[in-house]
């Protein structure tokens, strides 16, 4: 199940006010406090560049017509206005854009989640353009957060409704960005780059939201490789049997609870420069839906585990975006995919399972399961041979507790930890590092096996650093390293906002692009 239609999405340098479309969305500012004292008009709008046509059309009196509809400036505020023959489109739609930066454009973020309230707001106007500030000069960062804010903001699963749904609008089937010169190459390559990007958050979006019985291990592995041999990747997946002769020893007994036997995906990317001698390894968890196993969850909010495999759908899809965009750096990516259920084979608390590594692990928790499957990937992975190695899993609810919904937690190789957090600030992803303390390590000691799968005493405190620590179990001692948690960040359960609608989100599909792109330009 895919989303329903992508978003057209191109360049235009005609006059805002002369453009023949369904909307026009232009940004505005919230003026109080002191700046609206010094205007004399405190509490009123100020204007953002851009819509300088558009206000002049309205003779001056656009931003008081707006204040009087109730709009603020605020973040992410869209008022409508209808234009009754003031300018060529019939609407006018205004996006806050929060308080006015100081010497500054708004930031990238900033426009990225004011284009896509708007593309949201306006689902059933199958045309819109949007005149939102754009510097003159450099503003790429801005016109790619502009042009990904309108494509994921258009985004929408197709769902499984089978009624009619008269109420339910199209998304905006077509986007025009207002740009100094439409034609100018680096613009015309930011919005293909966008593109890319953004077509990739919204295949893992789509992988994330589809229903848990139509997106089992089998049916994810099918549909990743098939994806990949289309963009021209390399790819290998291994079966059940394959991983049991292989000595997967995680992934196997995760999997071996359900009649839907577990893969690991792997694709490889190979630059046609040659690239630049560095290697990067990208590792997604794949657990398409987790009861916890024999320890199992709570019925309450069960239900959002099918998006337990967020992980490996954006590993997945980010591996696409390479494909697009080519970088001069070798990728490869690893999928460990399973299905965590309980049954008469499961696996149980008490267990000794030998890894791909050779390790050995007792297992406590069988709700532990993610860092399991992951353990063999990274292995794996090294083996294969990385300079770099990236790992994202919706893998603790410490990382909620500690650092909220929105932002990730990363851990690891302290130099790769400040570059995700560099790249994830970059692309609106914001990641924060967390240490690996000795004392969790020592606490997970097992009087049986190398390591016990969480704290041996079952203790949860520095939940989200246990799982960082277990995983560095299986890194080679040459290979930098950076484990991503988004079990807040890989789903949104709330209304929608900005660009984010309820789901799936695509975290860390962007990061990861920055991060490729990184390692390719500087080693």
């Given at each position: 199940?895919?989303?329903?239609?992508?978003?057209?999405?191109?360049?235009v340098d005609?006059?805002?006010?002369?453009?023949?479309?369904?909307?026009?969305v232009?940004?505005?500012?919230?003026q109080?406090?002191?700046?609206?004292?010094?205007?004399g008009l405190?509490g009123?709008?100020?204007?953002?560049?851009?819509a300088?046509?558009?206000?002049?059309?309205?003779d001056?009196?656009?931003?008081?017509?707006l204040?009087?509809?109730g709009?603020t400036?605020?973040?992410?505020e869209?008022?409508?206005l209808?234009t009754?023959?003031t300018?060529t489109?019939?609407?006018v739609?205004?996006?806050?854009?929060g308080?006015?930066?100081?010497?500054?454009?708004?930031?990238?973020?900033t426009?990225?989640?004011?284009a896509?309230a708007?593309i949201r707001?306006?689902a059933?106007a199958?045309?819109?353009?949007?005149a939102?500030?754009?510097?003159d000069?450099?503003a790429?960062?801005e016109?790619?957060?502009v042009?990904?804010?309108?494509?994921?903001?258009g985004?929408?699963?197709?769902g499984?409704?089978?009624?009619?749904q008269?109420?339910r609008r199209?998304?905006?089937a077509?986007v025009?960005i207002?740009v100094?010169?439409?034609?100018?190459?680096?613009?015309?390559a930011?919005?293909?780059r966008?593109?890319?990007?953004?077509?990739?958050?919204?295949?893992?979006r789509?992988w994330?939201?589809t229903?848990?019985?139509?997106l089992?291990?089998?049916?994810f592995?099918?549909?990743?490789a098939?994806?990949?041999?289309?963009?021209?990747?390399?790819v290998?997946v291994?079966?059940?049997?394959?991983?049991?002769a292989?000595?997967?020893g995680g992934?196997?007994?995760v999997?071996?609870?359900?009649?839907?036997p577990p893969?690991?995906?792997?694709?490889?990317?190979?630059?046609q420069?040659?690239?630049?001698?560095?290697?990067?390894?990208?590792?997604?968890?794949?657990?398409?839906?987790?009861?916890?196993?024999?320890?199992?969850?709570?019925a309450?909010?069960?239900?959002?585990?099918k998006s337990?495999m967020a992980?490996?759908?954006?590993?997945?899809?980010?591996m696409?975006a390479?494909?697009?965009?080519?970088?001069?750096v070798?990728?490869?990516?690893?999928?460990?995919?399973?299905e965590?259920?309980p049954?008469g084979?499961?696996?149980?608390?008490?267990?000794?399972?030998t890894?791909?590594?050779?390790?050995?692990?007792?297992?406590?928790?069988?709700?532990?399961?993610?860092?399991?499957?992951?353990?063999?990937?990274?292995?794996?992975a090294?083996?294969?041979g990385?300079d770099?190695?990236f790992?994202?899993?919706?893998?603790?609810?410490?990382?909620?507790?500690a650092?909220g919904?929105r932002?990730?937690?990363v851990?690891?190789?302290?130099?790769?930890?400040?570059?995700v957090?560099?790249?994830?600030?970059?692309?609106?992803?914001?990641?924060w590092?967390?240490?690996?303390?000795?004392?969790?390590?020592k606490?997970?000691e097992?009087?049986?096996?190398d390591?016990?799968?969480?704290?041996a005493?079952?203790?949860?405190?520095?939940h989200?650093?246990?799982?960082?620590v277990?995983?560095?179990?299986?890194?080679?001692?040459?290979?930098?390293?950076?484990h991503i948690d988004?079990?807040g960040?890989?789903?949104?359960?709330?209304?929608?906002?900005?660009?984010?609608?309820?789901?799936?989100?695509?975290v860390p599909?962007?990061?990861?692009?920055?991060?490729?792109?990184?390692?390719?330009?500087?080693g």
């Amino acid at each position: 199940m895919t989303s329903p239609r992508t978003t057209n999405l191109s360049l235009v340098d005609t006059d805002p006010a002369e453009l023949a479309v369904d909307a026009i969305v232009i940004g505005v500012h919230s003026q109080t406090g002191e700046q609206g004292a010094t205007s004399g008009l405190a509490g009123t709008l100020l204007l953002a560049s851009g819509a300088e046509s558009i206000a002049a059309a309205f003779d001056g009196k656009l931003t008081e017509t707006l204040a009087l509809l109730g709009a603020t400036g605020g973040p992410g505020e869209v008022i409508k206005l209808a234009t009754l023959g003031t300018v060529t489109a019939p609407l006018v739609t205004a996006v806050g854009l929060g308080p006015e930066p100081s010497g500054a454009a708004p930031a990238p973020e900033t426009l990225r989640r004011a284009a896509g309230a708007a593309i949201r707001a306006l689902a059933g106007a199958p045309k819109v353009a949007l005149a939102l500030p754009l510097p003159d000069a450099d503003a790429s960062a801005e016109l790619r957060a502009v042009a990904e804010g309108a494509l994921l903001g258009g985004y929408r699963f197709a769902g499984y409704k089978t009624r009619p749904q008269p109420t339910r609008r199209e998304p905006v089937a077509e986007v025009l960005i207002a740009v100094p010169d439409a034609g100018d190459a680096d613009a015309q390559a930011e919005v293909a780059r966008a593109q890319a990007v953004a077509g990739a958050v919204r295949l893992s979006r789509d992988w994330v939201n589809t229903a848990p019985n139509e997106l089992r291990p089998p049916s994810f592995a099918d549909a990743v490789a098939s994806a990949a041999r289309e963009a021209g990747l390399g790819v290998e997946v291994l079966d059940e049997a394959a991983l049991a002769a292989g000595g997967y020893g995680g992934i196997v007994a995760v999997g071996q609870g359900s009649e839907a036997p577990p893969r690991l995906v792997k694709l490889t990317y190979t630059p046609q420069d040659g690239g630049n001698g560095k290697r990067v390894a990208l590792v997604g968890k794949g657990i398409t839906f987790d009861t916890g196993g024999i320890s199992i969850k709570p019925a309450q909010g069960m239900w959002e585990m099918k998006s337990d495999m967020a992980g490996a759908a954006a590993v997945g899809a980010t591996m696409l975006a390479i494909a697009a965009l080519k970088p001069s750096v070798a990728v490869s990516a690893y999928l460990p995919m399973a299905e965590n259920m309980p049954s008469g084979t499961s696996y149980r608390p008490g267990d000794v399972i030998t890894m791909f590594n050779g390790k050995r692990v007792e297992v406590l928790n069988t709700d532990a399961e993610g860092r399991m499957i992951l353990g063999d990937a990274i292995a794996r992975a090294c083996a294969d041979g990385t300079d770099y190695l990236f790992e994202t899993s919706t893998l603790t609810g410490g990382q909620v507790i500690a650092l909220g919904k929105r932002m990730a937690g990363v851990m690891g190789t302290p130099e790769l930890c400040d570059r995700v957090k560099v790249a994830g600030d970059t692309v609106g992803e914001p990641a924060w590092p967390m240490p690996l303390p000795d004392d969790v390590r020592k606490g997970m000691e097992s009087e049986v096996a190398d390591i016990s799968q969480v704290n041996a005493g079952m203790d949860r405190a520095g939940h989200m650093l246990q799982g960082g620590v277990f995983l560095r179990e299986f890194v080679a001692d040459d290979v930098a390293w950076a484990h991503i948690d988004i079990a807040g960040p890989g789903y949104h359960s709330g209304e929608p906002t900005g660009y984010l609608t309820k789901g799936g989100t695509g975290v860390p599909v962007r990061t990861l692009v920055q991060l490729v792109e990184d390692v390719a330009a500087n080693g």
